[in-house]
């Protein structure tokens, strides 16, 4: 691969890069209780919980509930960056990236 080549596959890969960071992934756990926002860099933006959905008797559903928001806005924007970045982990390999 020439330097050319791989300059511009460098800058393809900081544009889906940049594309990641402005991405934003919901998520809802309990009917809508729950809501988890999330970039494509995993970063938590927001997470809202809807009181009036809330049983304040009840805490342990509702920490179940933020949990598997939680873990599934991680796991989908894992899976986004992933399919995003499929194409260049052949390339990045051989550039020693």
């Known amino acids: 691969m020439s330097r ?3 300059a511009k596959m460098l800058m393809q890969v ?3 890069q ?3 960071q402005k ?3 919901s998520v809802e756990q309990g009917d809508g209780a729950v809501k988890v926002e999330i970039t494509g860099e ?3 933006k927001k997470i809202h919980i809807d009181p009036k959905s809330v049983d304040l008797d009840d805490i342990g559903t509702l920490e179940r509930w933020l ?4 873990k599934d806005a991680i796991g989908e924007s894992q899976r986004v960056a992933a399919e995003k970045m499929q194409p260049f982990m052949g ?6 990236l």
């Open 4 to 6: 050319f080549d791989q």
């Open 14 to 16: 900081k544009k889906v």
């Open 18 to 20: 940049k594309d990641l």
């Open 23 to 25: 991405l934003t992934i």
């Open 42 to 44: 995993q970063k938590i």
């Open 67 to 70: 949990e598997d928001a939680v």
């Open 91 to 96: 390339m990045l390999g051989n550039l020693g």
